[in-house]
């Protein structure tokens, strides 16, 4: 047992970040002489989360980061080489062990850059190499990608809830699934629109801005709210924002008046007040007027107390005064949504004769799960405007028709024609190339102003939180007449 259990955790090596049936496949395929076998695998969600309309693409740069270290260290190899078998014996032997030890990443990936607006069934990442070395890849992909993804779409909708002049923070540390759990979703909540954080870390480690106020402990060790306030000025003198709900709000408010009048004969300004329960619309108007006839019309109206994105429209339907949003809980945790469900899946494999590839596909009773065969590509039609029109799915190993029409899987009926002169833009794009990275990785503020235009340029029927336009994502009709003839192929005729 490691008795650093926490600091212990994140050893140089991540590689055993991953699922057991990966490393057992792995070997499978050792032994089986099928290790070297082309193989391409595409990661993807069936579904936008949030009962909504569309994703954010995020964690790529995470993956990327643990791709490029991926190796099997002393330690790593030594504790698979302890694993024992239901009889006792040793689950991997040496010589697979020492192949791992040797093992080079010498993968293709290509991916969509972080802050892309996606939609189910489409590839976020596509990766082409031997078929062991794409399968290890698949469970520390999934656990980066589907999380950030996940909370960087919660942050966008909050984000448009709260409209693009008022600050987002993110609260939610405390409440998060352990450390990493909070130092991830701080990172994609700023990817997705969030303006700061309270987490000192991710500001330490990814360059997102810091803010805080203080908590009602601090109120709570003064004599009363006045003396309490003072102090938290005299110490922040210029980023001071008091809670003022410790006792009763609107009494707060006004001694924060006091002390803020004290503030400004010195040359200082009180930045704000937070109110973080009770009816946060009464309370914000409430506030916004006392503040405002004290002559205090700057200072700004912090709100927290489990907010997200429909409770934050409801608020400004409301009249609310609220210029910050403090976030925490339900954004950190995707409180109404667990997990994004993103898949990896087996889509061709390179014939034994070298002569071509043997598409793949996986069938299910649910016509969803049916997964698309093929060396996928994503393209963005756009309209006259530059906005996003529809996307297709085309697999690059087939050459595409004069004519394109997009197919929608679901429902064959539905059909798009696409003129030839319609403008568009591939969205997966290259990463690695035999091993090496070939993608100058964007900053998180890059990544966080694309989001922003990418979300803004969807149809706001679209972006609507109640039953949501669905965007149109279609396979190419090339594509889903083979996709429909190999699901023949392979499922049985059933007697009557």
């Known amino acids: 047992m490691n008795a650093a259990p926490l600091s212990g955790l994140y050893a140089p090596s991540l ?22 076998r082309e193989a391409v695998f595409h990661l993807y969600f069936r579904k936008a989360p949030f009962q909504g309309g569309y994703a954010v693409a995020a964690g790529l740069a995470l993956a990327v980061d643990w791709v490029e270290n991926l190796h099997f260290s002393d330690d790593d190899l030594a504790y698979l ?31 969509i850059a972080e802050g892309t607006v996606v939609f189910g069934n489409e590839p976020l990442v596509r990766v082409r190499g031997p078929l062991l070395q794409a399968q290890l890849l698949e469970t520390a992909l999934l656990t980066l990608i589907n999380f950030q993804t996940l909370i960087a779409t919660k942050s966008a909708r909050i984000r448009e809830a709260a409209g693009p002049s008022d600050q987002i923070l993110e609260f939610g540390l405390r409440r998060a699934q352990g450390f990493d759990g909070g130092l991830g979703a701080s990172r994609a909540a700023f990817l997705g629109g969030a303006d700061a954080t309270s987490n000192v870390l991710a500001g330490q480690r990814y360059g997102i801005p810091v803010r805080g106020t203080h908590a009602h402990s601090w109120v709570m060790s003064f004599e009363d709210e006045v003396t309490a306030f003072s102090a938290y000025a005299k110490a922040f003198p210029d980023d001071s924002v008091f809670l003022v709900d410790t006792y009763d709000t609107l009494e707060g408010v006004r001694q924060a008046i006091k002390v803020a009048r004290e503030m400004r004969a010195n040359g200082h300004e009180l930045a704000g007040i937070r109110l973080d329960s009770g009816d946060l619309a009464y309370l914000s108007r409430e506030a916004r007027a006392v503040l405002d006839e004290a002559g205090f019309t700057e200072t700004r109206i912090v709100a927290s107390n489990d907010l997200e994105e429909n409770l934050i429209t409801s608020l400004k339907q409301q009249g609310a005064r609220i210029d910050t949003w403090g976030v925490g809980t339900q954004l950190v945790t995707a409180y109404n949504q667990a997990a994004l469900g993103g898949v990896y899946k087996l889509a061709a494999l390179r014939k034994a004769d070298d002569s071509g590839w043997d598409f793949t596909i996986k069938l299910s009773e649910q016509v969803a799960k049916t997964s698309v065969p093929g060396i996928l590509q994503v393209r963005r039609y756009l309209n006259e405007y530059g906005k996003p029109r529809a996307d297709m799915l085309y697999n690059t190993a087939e050459p595409l028709p004069d004519q394109l029409t997009l197919i929608d899987p679901l429902d064959s009926t539905r059909r798009l024609a696409i003129k030839p002169e319609t403008k568009f833009r591939e969205l997966l794009e290259p990463v690695f190339r035999q091993g090496k990275r070939v993608l100058e990785l964007p900053t998180l503020a890059e990544s966080r102003a694309h989001a922003q235009r990418e979300v803004q340029s969807l149809d706001p029927s679209i972006r609507r939180f109640l039953n949501p336009h669905t965007f149109p994502v279609g396979l190419e009709k090339g594509l889903y007449d083979y996709r429909t003839q190999l699901i023949l192929e392979k499922r049985p005729v059933r007697p009557a």
Do not use: H, N
């Open 15 to 36: 590689t055993l970040v991953t699922d057991l049936y990966q490393l057992t496949m792995a070997y499978g395929y050792w032994q089986q002489g099928l290790q070297d």
């Open 81 to 111: 080489g302890s694993l024992r078998g239901s009889k006792g014996t040793a689950m991997f032997p040496p010589e697979f062990l020492e192949y791992l030890r040797q093992l080079k990443f010498t993968c293709d990936i290509d991916a």
